[in-house]
């Protein structure tokens, strides 16, 4: 399947974004260590959400969590604090996706798994059983979402759990993100020093818990706007909040710089509210930026910038080569089909001085199986006319109704079957 995609000139709507999948799933979690009780309020409706939904409502011997990495690395945590034995596995891209540092730190906590194929790697089966807990060290420049899970399942352990994180932290937010929603909760847990966090072994309670709408869902509209560079559009995004835990709240900063507006409503801060995005004048000569709190961003403002012409230097992005896709690799070979010569030399960066090569005459971006590759090139029709997008289903991972949205701000979308 693939969608033919043509821009309208201007745009002016208002769009119900998703609810956040970082915040569903880290509630979901905790709400199910709490007892179940009250369910979180405006669960996102994406693939990674649903399956974490039907594992901890069914809790079958096998639990398939598809092509979801934070139900993955989620879900093991909470099935190693759990009853009985499970097996939980995904899509065979999941199961080349690494998970040692996480199986390795629970084993240190005495969870009992093994891994069913490859060492290192999914499939795992897991043992329940009551942990003890202590004292943990971990990298803290591995997947967040490795510490957020070990973070979750510490009030439920005997002795609680203080993590110690070593050498640099990357993706900061998003492990702020997991300590405020255990918080919510009733968990005591905090920042001892600028690299411990400490868990006290206090049960969770269940509460009401409301969940705001997605700040990386919003990326896609600013990117729309700063690529038609149109002063009357006009985009309203209600459900957002000012002062949100989501670290890719910062898209706002960022666009800012790349001639977007954000205007909140009269809420107030940590409160959801209605933003209104504008384009106004940009006049950026050059863009470095460290994705290293927000590496979900990258592939919106690698298009984004690269299309307005402005060369840039994006550094922070070493986990994206163990996304859903290589993103790293498929951003720099897509782009290439648009005309842009991107440099990957460094490690964990990716760069563009501005050279250009001849774009392909009727371009197709492949999306890897990754939503992101997906919803990042869409936007780019704006500057190249029908561009396609190869298999666009694969939205429904994080934004199910994203191309009914386009639809809706006047895109205009023409299928066509492979």
Known sequence: MQYILTAPRSINCEITLPASKSISNRALAISALA????????????????????????MPYEIDVKAAGTAMRFTTALLAVGSGEHVITGTERMKHRPVSVLVEALRDLGAEIEYMGEEGFPPLKVRGKQLDGGRLDIAGNVSSQYISALLMI??????????????????????????????????????????????KPQPYKAVPFFIENDWSASSYWYEMLALLGDSDSEVRLPGLTDGSRQGDSAIRYIFMMLGI???????????????????????????????????????????????????FRFTGLQTLRIKETDRIAALKYEMSKLGYVLDDTEEGALSWDGTRCEPLPDPAIDTYEDHRMAMAFAPAAIVFPGLRIINPGVVSKSYPHFWDDLRKAGWTIDEIKD
């Open 35 to 58: 007892g179940g009780g009250e369910r979180p309020e405006n669960l996102s409706r994406c693939d990674d959400t649903d399956v974490m939904v039907a594992a901890l409502r069914d």
């Open 261 to 311: 507006k954000t205007k909140f409503g009269e809420k107030g801060q940590r409160k959801p509210t209605t933003v209104t995005l504008k384009a106004q004048r940009m006049t950026l000569p050059r863009f470095d930026f460290d994705f290293v709190n927000q590496p979900d961003l990258a592939q919106t403002v690698v298009v984004t910038t690269a299309l307005l012409g402005v060369p």
């Open 154 to 199: 510490g009030p439920v352990m005997k002795n609680g759990l203080t993590l110690h994180l070593t050498g640099e932290i990357i993706s900061r937010p998003y492990i702020d993100l997991t300590i405020c929603t255990m918080q919510e909760y009733g968990a005591d847990v905090e920042w001892e020093d600028s690299s411990t966090i400490v868990v």
